[in-house]
């Protein structure tokens, strides 16, 4: 099972789109961790799994098996082509996965640099990713094309 933190396993115009992101974060005072990049099917499938069939995140009596983390099943997340990455800003090197501000400025960030952000979807909203899709789509990635 992979999944990937690593830069050097995204598509290299990707890999290059998120070290210009760390970087133009940094220099707008807020630290990034890039928390995951290319992910195998099995990797995916397993995190389709949570809050569905397996527990996920946050567990409580009106979902015992807490919540979805992920709409996209195996071989259906930008992931698993390398043209996306998931990332958490830092505040004295924890993880402010609550701070939706400094995730809305992280996503200008983004934006600025020709990447999509997630947190601008209208459904299933994800503060915490972005891709470059070269505009092709996942059909098109399934279909071998590859984004340059």
Known sequence: MKNSRDLKDLVPIVAAKCAAFVSACKEQGVDVLITSTLRDNESQAALYAQGRTTIGINPRLAKPLGDVVTNANAGDSFHNYGCAFDFVPLKNGKAMWDDTKTFTKCGVIAES??????????????????QYTGGLTLQDLKNGKQVK
């Open 113 to 130: 640099l020709g990447l999509e952000w997630a947190g601008r979807w209208k459904t299933f909203k994800e503060l915490a990713h972005c």
